[in-house]
């Protein structure tokens, strides 16, 4: 390893599971407290849906290990030659996931593709949270701040 990759390989081991465990804490916490008024703490459920959502494509980018054949084998699936060469695209798309042997059995986990849709829309309700809490607290300074100003001009 090069000078500047090992520092940062030992520092994204020791913040990744860190910032894992701030996220979770700070979640929690503001699931109790009302956080979830303020914009700012939708980063925190945010974050942990991105681990989560990289976690899951993760598990289904390396289903099909180094050898599909020998993985096919392991599983008891048949590894057909013919329907691999016609469908060749299928193993290296991004969406959805699939690496199959044949066409009735595929390596990638049942869960993955449903938990990556699920993490894209929750981090779209996370995003929606977000401005509403902005806009939320943006309405509550403006009136506030009118009835101030209304209140401040009378007491003379």
Not at 23 to 46: I, Y
Not at 90 to 97: A, I, Q, V
Request: hydrophobic content about 50%; charged content about 15%.
């Amino acid at each position: 390893m090069n000078a500047i990759l090992e520092p940062a390989l030992v520092m994204g081991l020791v913040l990744l599971p860190a910032l894992l465990v701030v996220s979770l804490w700070k979640t929690a916490r503001g699931v109790r407290t009302r956080g979830w008024a303020r914009p700012g703490w939708w980063v925190f459920p945010a974050t942990l849906l991105v681990v989560l959502g990289c976690g899951a494509w993760f598990s289904g980018i390396t289903a099909g290990g180094l050898d599909i054949r020998e993985t096919c084998a392991e599983h008891g699936a048949v590894y057909d030659d013919a329907y691999r060469a016609e469908h060749w695209r299928e193993p290296g798309r991004w969406f959805p996931l699939h690496n199959r042997c044949n066409a009735d059995a595929d390596m990638v986990p049942s869960f993955v593709n449903p938990t990556l849709v699920t993490v894209a829309l929750l981090l779209l309700v996370c995003a929606a949270g977000a401005v509403k809490a902005s806009v939320n607290r943006r309405r509550r300074e403006s009136v506030g701040g009118k009835a101030g100003a209304v209140s401040g001009t009378s007491t003379l």
